[in-house]
């Protein structure tokens, strides 16, 4: 199994351009979320999914959209970066309480 | 709001000594607390979870406790070696709804053992 995995592993962005950071798992677990994690900050929680066809919002959400519409796959958009989305994201999977981490995407917004 | 505080950024120790991190919970009382590890570059990696009606769990080297009444959760590393030097990350299940799929985490120890 190659557990979670995200691509790319970096990328720079001009403000206002628009991206989408990829997220696979192969564990068939039903829950999928994106973090981001900034200095001194820890880590946050922006969506989540708990199935296919559902998603919804963590604690910081604005400037990212979400979908899952297959169980393996959860990719993140970013519709127009800002220097504020300059962070590395981090995609998880879970069956239940244990998450399991890919390893990470580093994103620079100019 | 729920509050999540992890008493210090970092923590230096000699090898073989015990290194204690500690994780303190205000505003909620959550059902359980997980404990991972992350080195630089590299994602979180799930260690150790205790629920609220455990007070002590132990794997190998590793002990957490959990204290409902202090609300605070204690991370032990015993015996400690150079290559238990990592970033230590307490994370509870947020407040309300639904818990699984999603974690809220302090912002780390970072934890440095010296030969």
């Known amino acids: 199994n190659a557990g979670v995995t995200q691509t790319p592993k970096f990328q720079v962005l001009k403000t206002g351009q628009s991206m989408t950071l990829q997220c696979a798992q192969d564990?068939?677990?039903?829950?999928m979320s994106w973090y981001r994690q900034d200095p001194g900050m820890g880590l946050r929680l922006i969506h989540y999914s708990v199935g296919a066809g559902i998603t919804d919002q963590g604690e910081v959400p604005n400037g990212y959209n979400v979908s899952r519409s297959t169980t393996e796959d959860f990719p993140l958009r970013l519709l127009s970066a800002a220097p504020s989305q300059t962070s590395v994201y981090f995609c998880?999977?879970?069956?239940?309480?244990?998450?399991?981490f890919g390893p990470g995407t580093r994103l620079t917004v100019l | 709001s729920q509050k999540i505080e992890q008493n210090s950024e970092a923590l230096n120790i000699q090898e073989g000594k015990t290194a204690t991190l500690t994780c303190n919970y205000t505003?909620?009382?959550?059902?359980?607390l997980q404990w991972y590890r992350q080195d630089p570059g590299r994602g979180p990696v799930f260690l150790l979870l205790?629920?609220?009606?455990?007070k002590e769990k132990r794997k190998e080297r590793l002990k957490v406790t959990f204290d409902t009444t202090l609300k605070q959760s204690l991370f032990h590393i015993t015996a400690s070696q150079p290559a238990d030097s990592a970033t230590y990350l307490c994370a509870p299940p947020p407040h309300g709804g639904s818990t699984l799929g999603r974690l809220y985490f302090g912002r780390g120890t970072q934890l440095t053992v010296w030969p």
């Open positions: 205790i629920r609220e009606n455990e």
């Open positions: 505003n909620y009382s959550p059902a359980y």
């Open positions: 998880a999977s879970s069956y239940s309480s244990e998450q399991f």
């Open positions: 564990m068939n677990h039903e829950y």
